[in-house]
């Protein structure tokens, strides 16, 4: 069904829409349209998958099962990008970057292939037990509802921008069962900003997408958490806090080294089958790679850690050593990032969110079993637990208020609420130390695209430096006389002249300021060049360069137009601060009437 044909159906709804509800009740409304859509979606993926794994696992017989689940991950994701290149054309766009690109560049506008192309590439890939979360791929999908419901109903930029937050947060709300984390997950890593006019649909859609799960679907279920923490331990949360900031650090850098790796790598196909095989390889040796993870957060926070080993090839020892178990725990905690980007870099979908959970889950345990067998002071490995996994999801994702809410409210209660502030304030502020950017935003940094919580710098962001180049400005060239330079001043318009060579190689700027004196020496017309007279510019900018970096720029070199250099490293135009001013204020304008 076309778009005008949809537009057609629904033009009575929308008048009848404008006489009888505000924007606001209406807001509401279509907020609440959002939550029920993207938490069926969440639903939908999470049964299917679950369900689908049980059906894998018990299919193969127990003495192969182990060899199974070391194959499994390279079918699952060689199907994942069969799919992408057959029925996306190559672009998936994977993980949470790409929908703060779209709020940030493109007016909100998820593309429609997004409702449906995360749901299933991450049912393939984590199905066969490719090691990523699904959270990413649900609130994409809900971020997508969002801004597509909204561009149906017509309804205006900055509403739009809304309801975008309102299916991410619809879509994490639904995967936990926790309406206070979506939202906050939303406004940190998504919008970037609330206030009262957002606050409301965030949480109506929020709440909206939790009824639906609860309904259809239990959760993830985790161990209700009722008893105290005592004062004395406060050392050891600081501790552990220190410790998950370190593991956010290291899972952050490993990510995207392993990134830029796979992005050098030629040949997709050969990638799916040496990224399956190591993924494989992994898989073998420490099982709890295998899949999300959450089986073994659950084993964890039940008390059965030893079940850890079983399916190993350290099973025949897991009642000879002590160490074996934190070795093994140890060793999933390190590799699960590298899992992670194996995954994702070889073709298969999913995110960092879920791993984070995971990794923080195993860093806590080990930390309180080390702690417990010293005898230095008796503390609780549960406690601890669900305290790891806060810390490192709020430095991995440097999300600490969604770190906090999300591990209250998914152990049925705020029992552990100073701890939880404690651990995820102290990780959070030490991995932002080191890793100014979260595992979502970093890359979009290096391309001059996320801005923090500004909305001047998100305005700037919003603005294509390639519309803005100016290139009617006259060139000349550098073995020129000062006699044809004067009459190209009598015919140009700008008082500005790129000094440019015949492959169009940039040599240098002329201004008419600098030279005013020596156009009155006629005696010298023939004899000086524009090279003698031209000057270095004070800097140049490329095509790809952020426009708040270049108006940056201009403020401190105190310039008023700087030529750009494109990728071919010839000479295509000037970008002056009033065009940046003028589409800025443009910008503005349009941001207040939508």
């Known amino acids: 069904m076309s778009k005008n044909t949809i537009h057609r159906l629904l ?9 009888h509800l505000n924007d606001r009740v209406y807001l509401i409304l279509v907020s609440v349209l959002v939550g029920i859509f993207a938490g069926l979606a969440a639903v939908v ?65 998820v593309p429609r292939s997004k409702l449906y192309s995360q749901l299933v590439s991450s049912f393939l890939t984590v199905t066969f037990g490719g090691s990523a979360g699904l959270e990413a791929p649900i609130s994409v999908t809900g971020s ?34 926790s309406p206070i984390a979506g939202v906050l997950f939303a406004v940190e890593v998504i919008l970037s900003e609330l206030s009262a006019a957002f606050f409301v649909p965030l949480l109506i859609s929020s709440a909206t997408a939790t009824v639906v799960s609860k309904a259809l679907y239990a959760g993830q279920p985790f161990v209700l958490i009722t008893t105290s923490w005592p004062v004395d331990a406060v050392p050891f949360y600081l501790m552990l806090a220190g410790f998950t900031a370190l593991l956010s650090v290291y899972m952050i850098r490993v990510y995207f080294w392993a990134d830029k790796f796979f992005e050098r790598r030629r040949g997709t196909f050969r990638k799916v089958l040496v990224g399956g095989l190591c993924l494989g390889l992994l898989v073998f040796i420490f099982p709890p790679l295998y899949g999300e993870g959450y089986n073994i957060v659950q084993l964890l926070l039940g008390g059965h850690a030893e079940q850890l080993v079983d399916g190993s090839l350290f099973a025949v020892y ?84 969604t770190g906090i809410f999300l591990i209250a409210e998914i152990t049925g209660g705020y029992a552990l609420f100073v701890p939880l502030m404690v651990v995820t304030s102290g990780s959070y502020l030490i991995t932002r130390y080191f890793e100014p950017y979260s ?33 009617d400005f006259l060139t000349v060239h550098p073995q020129d006389t000062l006699g044809e330079l004067v009459i190209a001043f009598r015919h140009a318009t700008r008082n500005l002249f790129p000094v440019v060579d015949e492959e169009g190689h940039l040599h240098g700027i002329i201004s008419l300021d600098t030279v005013r ?69 443009r910008q503005l304008i349009r941001e207040s009437e939508s």
Not at 11 to 19: I, V
């Open 11 to 19: 033009s009575p709804l929308l008048l009848w829409r404008l006489r």
């Open 45 to 109: 993926l999470k049964t299917s998958v679950h369900d689908a794994q049980h059906l894998l696992y018990a299919w193969v017989p127990e003495q192969y099962r182990v060899f199974a689940l070391s194959l499994y991950p390279i079918v699952g994701v060689a199907l994942t990008v069969l799919f992408t290149r057959y029925f996306l054309g190559g672009n998936l766009g994977r993980g949470i970057g790409p929908i703060i690109y779209n709020i940030a560049r493109q007016s909100s506008i």
């Open 144 to 177: 997508a509802i969002g801004s597509n419901t909204a561009r149906v109903l017509r309804i205006g930029r900055r509403e739009r921008r809304l309801l975008t937050g309102c299916g991410a947060a619809a879509g994490i709300a639904a995967i936990f069962n």
């Open 318 to 401: 897991r009642d000879e050593s002590v160490g074996l178990l934190l070795l093994v725990a140890g060793g999933s905690m390190l590799l699960k990032v590298v899992a992670t980007t194996i995954t994702i870099g070889s073709g298969g979908n999913g995110g960092m969110f879920g791993s984070s959970l995971f990794a923080g889950a195993l860093m806590g345990f080990i930390f309180a079993r080390l702690i417990n067998l010293s005898g230095i002071y008796p503390i609780s490995e549960v406690h601890f637990i669900v305290l790891g996994m806060a810390g490192t999801l709020a430095g991995v994702v440097h999300a600490p208020l």
């Open 439 to 471: 595992v979502y935003t970093r890359k979009l940094v290096q391309r001059g695209v996320y801005v923090n919580q500004d909305r001047d710098r998100g305005l700037l962001a919003q603005l294509d430096l390639n519309v803005l180049v100016q290139t």
């Open 517 to 585: 004196d020596a156009l009155f020496d006629d005696e010298h017309y023939n004899t000086t060049s524009v090279r003698d007279l031209m000057s270095e510019p004070p800097a140049t900018v490329r095509p790809d360069d952020a426009i708040q970096d270049t108006l940056r720029c201009m403020e401190e070199l105190g310039a008023w137009a700087l030529p750009v250099i494109g990728t071919d490293e010839r000479y295509q135009g000037f970008i002056l601060k009033s065009s940046i001013l003028a589409s800025y204020r």
